[in-house]
């Protein structure tokens, strides 16, 4: 690693800690020439998780689609910002730990259910009016019927 100080290359480590829940180290380092101390960060490089859509088209993912959909669904609902990020972590979460490095806009959609479904019944209804794209109201009511009868 390069001094700032003096732009030597040759340092030792004087302390590490881990940081951010253990995704990167911080390192305090001092210059063999100069005996400047400075702080180096290492994180992880992470390769981005793309996103399948329907129409076959990749985009990378980000947690704040799935942010914006699960808060239009909550809105007006006693469902709390705590609880919403709760969701989003389990959901990122579950993504990354299966997923590898592309993932199903539909496998991210059903993990948005399978939870809301447990939290709100009714926040749940209107994501899958969006997320399923019903038709007509006999498709909407076989829908409610099922949480009814499921839940």
Request: hydrophobic share 30%; charged share 40%.
């Amino acid at each position: 690693m390069k001094c700032p100080f003096c732009e030597n290359i040759e340092d030792k480590v004087l302390e590490s800690r881990e940081i951010e829940e253990g995704k990167a180290v911080r390192r305090r380092r001092e210059c063999q020439s100069c005996r400047g101390r400075f702080t180096s960060y290492e994180r992880v490089e992470e390769k981005p998780i793309m996103v399948i859509k329907r129409d076959g088209r990749r985009e990378q993912f980000t947690r704040e689609k799935i942010e914006a959909g699960i808060s239009r669904a909550c809105e007006k609902r006693p469902v709390s910002s705590l609880m919403i990020d709760g969701l989003l972590d389990e959901i990122e979460k579950e993504i990354h730990r299966e997923a590898g490095r592309e993932v199903a806009s539909s496998k991210i959609g059903e993990l948005v259910m399978d939870r809301l479904q447990k939290v709100d019944k009714i926040a749940y209804v209107r994501f899958a009016t969006v997320y399923r794209k019903f038709e007509d109201l006999s498709e909407f009511v076989k829908e409610v019927k099922e949480i009814s009868i499921g839940g």
